[in-house]
């Protein structure tokens, strides 16, 4: 989106937008206006660490005979990534097109969308598996965890999600996009390098086309209107079935030429007979097609120079499949997947086939508000207030078609599930009053409702929540900002309560045929966001300019959570006759929010020395930042002295320093600007991300510390020009 944008916009907090899906933390507006555009084209080339390379071609044609303006961009980007074997393989593409009728009568049509592909590194490790020496500077860390976690020889580098394969094996693998073939398909491909293989790859297209029409009713009426189509295809991979996998490093990998033997062979990974050539394990793609056809529309009315009302709709419908299907036999001649219930004998399978699950979805939203605004001299106000309307279906392809009822009849079963439509309402309001031409004063109220998301609503396995509660959102925000000749300074303060956010658990039982997979809903789960925020900036000299950003937020749960846990009911004979609901407690209260450092600030020199050159160095800390946890760890059922309430681990504050140059040279009749940048100059080593406790890399006690955490660390000094 970048290469295509004429300007962006960042707004924090609740702003104007009223749209029937509101922003509570912030909202982007991109512009990319053809006609904004004089005519010419561009081309950039950029090249970085891990063999990084992009490619951007644009060009604009303006506008032409003052009616019809087009402009188009084309991004090829590559690289084998700093990450190992984290490569990317991408492209992107953005056309635009506007043409005006008359003065009052304009038409806009824009397509967007980017085709990649991209080897992943998705699991984080004990910090010891990456940095020994860096470890045992954590304030915490059990040293014995460095035994248990041998440090591997790529260090910060290393990917679990990746491994060798003997080049011999000419496999194909099956992924899709949009076609099979070509630069944008799929289909049956040669998979991305002989020597290796990931285990989790990422690939997607989705586009997104629009139809602008911009109308002037009157001299004081206006009407705009957007029809818009977003798809979506691609999947991520993964590994599915009996793998063999290889324990000598510090976390397990896949043995691809040990699986592959196996496949080819007539005995399972434990020595089991099978049929020959059957694949034992195989590469699974889980993929997620969607479709989205929206509208918005709205309509401005000046009902004075002043005071300006605007009202308008929001609809959008949207069908999304998810399935998994074989990516890669690794050497067998088919899978036999038991998934499908209606094959209780298992269904043979080849690549592309569908395997696991594979169920349909709809989303259907329709949403409308009126919005008032008013400025008159000092003062300018908004007030808003919406309501929106969302419905969900469900339908289970692999559910058994047929069930056998009480008497031992087989009777045709219905697997569609439709949910019942849920209503949010929205309200929100803001202020700003200059006192002086340099001093403003400014507040934001909202109270927002927001539906939840499918998965809280109707559940993977066709469950459906009793009643699932709105998440509410009140939020408020004050602030004043000063500028002068010598620079500015803007400081808010906010305070948001999230009321009721909805989280789902799955759980097994061990009732039914073989243990089933239920769900407990989890019901009031409250959180509170405050803190303060300082901007500034400065023109020391003519030459040298300074910025400092501080944010220094408390964001907490509060209170204790519910949750329901709901379950089939058996008879004597293995049949469902009912649900039993089992109430569980989760001890939150007073735990920090995970994932996402809570203070941070951010120091920017910019020095112009002379024409046509910019240096810029930008220095960000980050600290209390809180390792990511899930509330449904916290479960208990017993007294509360049975609860953990220990505080999640939080990992050690950081800093690091990126280096910008530019210089535009003076080259007659032509723009041509050189750019280098340094991300983390000094090569900080720092924790980036974490998980409390981890499920797969703990040391092995139960206390919530640096040596049971997972962890990404930052990424090491890196380069692009």
């Not at 512009?31 to 644009?58: R, W």
Request: hydrophobic content about 35%.
């Amino acid at each position: 989106v970048g290469d295509a944008t004429s300007s962006i916009q960042m707004q924090r907090g609740l702003s104007a937008v009223n749209l029937a899906t509101p922003s509570i933390g912030g909202t982007m507006n991109i512009i990319t206006d053809p006609t904004a555009l004089q005519a010419g084209g561009s081309f950039k080339q950029e090249l970085g660490s891990g063999a990084f390379m992009k490619s951007t071609a644009n060009y604009n044609t303006g506008l032409l005979a003052d009616k019809v303006a087009f402009s188009a961009t084309l991004v090829r980007k590559t690289g084998e990534g700093i990450v190992d074997r984290a490569w990317t393989d991408s492209w992107a593409y953005y056309f635009g097109a506007a043409y005006a009728i008359n003065s009052d009568n304009r038409f806009e049509l824009y397509a967007i969308g980017a085709p990649q592909r991209h080897g992943q590194s998705l699991y984080k490790q004990n910090i010891a598996a990456y940095d020994s020496a860096y470890a045992k500077t954590v304030d915490g860390f059990d040293e014995g965890a460095i035994d248990k976690f041998t440090e591997h020889e790529d260090g910060q580098l290393y990917n679990e999600n990746v491994s060798g394969v003997s080049s011999d094996y000419d496999g194909e693998q099956y992924w899709y996009m949009y076609g099979e073939g070509g630069l944008f398909g799929g289909g049956l491909q040669e998979r991305h390098d002989p020597d290796f293989l990931n285990e989790r790859e990422n690939y997607f297209h989705k586009p997104l086309v629009n139809l602008n029409h911009y109308l002037n009713l009157s001299e004081k009426m206006r009407l705009s209107s957007i029809l818009y189509w977003s798809g979506g295809s691609g999947g991520g991979t993964g590994t599915y079935g009996d793998i063999l996998w290889d324990y000598s490093g510090p976390s397990r990998v896949v043995d691809y030429d040990g699986t592959i033997a196996i496949n080819r062979s007539d005995k399972t990974r434990k020595d089991a007979d099978k049929d020959l050539g059957v694949s034992n394990a195989i590469l699974r793609n889980s993929i997620n097609r969607q479709s989205t056809i929206g509208l918005i529309s709205k309509l401005n009315f000046d009902m004075s120079d002043a005071l300006k009302l605007q009202a308008g709709i929001d609809w959008r419908s949207a069908g999304i499949e998810h399935a998994r299907e074989v990516r890669d036999l690794l050497g067998g001649t088919h899978y036999v997947d038991f998934a499908d219930d209606n094959f209780a004998s298992g269904k043979e399978v080849g690549l592309g086939d569908i395997i696991a699950y594979h169920n349909e979805t709809t989303v259907d939203w329709l949403g409308g508000f009126v919005q008032g605004a008013y400025a008159s001299g000092p003062l300018s106000a908004y007030g808003m207030g919406g309501v929106s309307s969302i419905a969900y279906t469900y339908d289970d392809h692999f559910a058994a078609n047929f069930i056998e009822n009480e008497l031992g009849e087989l009777v045709e079963q219905n697997n569609y599930v439709e949910a019942d439509a849920i209503i949010t309402t929205q309200f929100k309001g803001g202020a700003m009053y200059d006192i002086t031409d340099g001093i403003s004063v400014f507040g934001n109220f909202g109270i927002v409702e927001k539906p939840p998301i499918m998965d809280n609503v109707i559940y993977f396995d066709g469950t459906v929540a009793s009643d699932p509660a709105n998440e509410k959102f009140v939020s408020s925000e004050a602030g004043v900002s000063y500028s002068s000749g010598l620079g500015a300074v803007k400081v808010s303060a906010y305070s948001t309560d999230w009321k009721d956010r909805n989280l789902t658990k799955s759980v097994t039982s061990g009732q039914g045929d073989s243990g089933d997979t239920d769900v407990i809903f989890l019901t009031g789960i409250d959180q509170k966001h405050q803190g303060i925020e300082v901007e500034a900036s400065t023109e020391v000299l003519d030459i040298l300019r300074l910025d400092a950003i501080v944010s220094v937020g408390t964001w907490k749960f509060d209170g204790d959570a519910d949750g329901n846990y709901q379950e089939d009911e058996f008879n004597e004979d293995g049949q469902v006759i009912g649900q039993m609901t089992t109430p569980y407690t989760y001890a939150l209260d007073g735990l920090f929010v995970g994932d996402q450092p809570q203070t941070s600030l951010a120091l920017v020199g910019t020095v112009t020395p002379v024409k046509g050159l910019k240096l810029q160095a930008v220095y960000n800390q980050y600290d209390n930042n809180y390792s990511d946890w899930s509330p449904g760890a916290r479960e208990y059922d017993g007294s509360d002295e049975d609860a953990d309430r220990e505080q999640v681990w939080e990992a050690p504050g950081y800093s690091k320093v990126d280096l910008h140059a530019s210089y535009s040279l003076p080259i007659s009749g032509y723009d041509v600007s050189l750019f280098g940048h340094v991300f983390n100059a000094t090569d900080a080593v720092f924790v980036q991300d974490a998980v409390d406790h981890s499920q797969y890399n703990s040391y092995g006690d139960k206390v919530h510390a640096a040596h049971n955490a997972e962890v990404f660390l930052g990424t090491p000094r890196y380069f692009n020009v």
